[in-house]
């Protein structure tokens, strides 16, 4: 698979006035989520989950892609339509999640390195059989009383440029996702200097890689202050720092930036990508979208509850969100159209 066709690939998952979403959420994620809307985390219930969100009506008009977890690409809906077939019919590119979960850090207490290289090589050959065209990877930075450390820093961006060289070599496109957490009572300014440091690194370990930043996109955090800040920042700020952020690390040639939503409400996180796009659209280098997994499904999922009798409802719900999604890539969203579309 030749560099042109992981440029064109990237180009595709970043086309204009849509996004991606993130619907890859491991066992234990998925579980928790589960949980808290009391529907019980079989196998089955898990597959229909997934199958309402792959059927949900106008799907490609909302999306460019899909990331997929392990067991969904091995489903299909009840019908008997393998998952990743029914979202290549939508127009919606399919990808899939790779890494292996964050666990501690051995000799760096509060932190975590991401592990799943082991075998890589031969798991994305397999997936990239089954047409899976891009992947992700995601690192976990936390900040807290000092931390993250440098050994911690280096060791996730040099996990994600590692990572990010095996897929272009398997014709797949690299999502790369070094996420600082929410949690934590820092101001909106640790944030920044925490991501952007974050950021220059993984692109150092990336150029030493040799990846092919035009095949390649990066979801970031946006900058925020911590959860348990005592300073809380408004929309505008949030979107400067966020831009700002970004221009002082991501270099112009990258395939394009999707955000991850950390933990942001739905609206809060549709206002901040909107913000940037009012403030900064114009002068952005890259492609800049959504690849959120709470704050487009949260609603849905406590729709749905596992019922049958709620799928229509929750696929409509989920619609609804994108297309509010969609609208804050192109800076035309408006808080007042959640009424509308509600
Ligand atoms: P959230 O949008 O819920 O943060 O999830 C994005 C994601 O893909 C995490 O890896």
């Known amino acids: 698979m030749g560099t042109q066709s992981l440029i064109d690939t990237a180009k595709a998952m970043m086309a204009e006035g849509k996004g991606l979403l993130a619907m890859d959420e491991s066992m234990g994620t998925i579980s928790g ?3 808290k809307e009391g529907i019980s985390n079989t196998v089955e219930n898990r597959r229909a989950y997934r199958e309402l969100i792959v059927t949900t009506p106008g799907i490609g008009e909302c999306l460019n892609g899909a990331i997929l977890f392990d067991e969904t690409v091995h489903q299909s809906t009840k019908d008997g339509v393998p998952f990743i077939e029914v979202l290549e019919r939508a127009g919606v590119i399919p990808g899939i999640k790779v890494d292996e979960g964050a666990v501690d850090m051995a000799g760096f207490p509060g932190e975590k390195i991401t592990q799943g290289l082991d075998k890589l090589r031969e798991r994305l050959a397999d997936y990239r059989g089954m047409r899976l065209r891009f992947a992700k990877w995601r690192a976990v930075i936390t900040i807290g009383k000092g931390i993250p450390t440098q050994g ?9 440029a590692r ?4 897929c272009q070599e398997a014709g797949i496109v690299p999502i790369v996702e070094p996420e600082v957490i929410m949690e934590g009572d820092h101001d909106l300014e640790t944030c920044f200097a925490v991501s952007q440091d974050v950021q220059r690194q ?5 150029e030493d890689q040799r990846v092919d930043l035009r095949g390649l996109i990066l979801k970031p955090n946006m900058v925020l202050p911590g959860l348990e800040s005592a300073t809380q920042a408004s929309t505008d700020e949030v979107a400067r720092a966020t831009v700002l ?3 002082g690390s991501v270099p112009t040639t990258v395939g394009g930036v999707a955000f991850l939503s950390g933990g942001q409400s739905p609206q809060v996180a549709t206002e901040h990508l909107n913000a940037m796009h009012v403030q900064y659209g114009k002068i952005l280098p890259w492609p800049l979208t959504f690849s959120f997994s709470r704050a487009i499904q949260d609603p ?3 729709y749905w509850k596992g019922k049958a009798e709620n799928v229509q409802g929750a696929q409509q719900i989920m619609y609804n969100r994108m297309r509010l999604n969609d609208l804050a890539r192109k800076g ?11």
């Open 152 to 160: 911690c820093i280096h060791a996730n961006t040099h996990a994600l």
């Open 33 to 35: 989520r589960f949980e």
């Open 202 to 206: 993984l692109f150092v370990q990336l």
């Open 300 to 302: 849905e999922l406590h």
């Open 245 to 247: 952020c970004l221009l």
């Open 163 to 166: 990572y990010a060289a095996l």
């Open 332 to 342: 035309e969203y408006a808080a007042e159209m959640e009424k509308e579309y509600a």
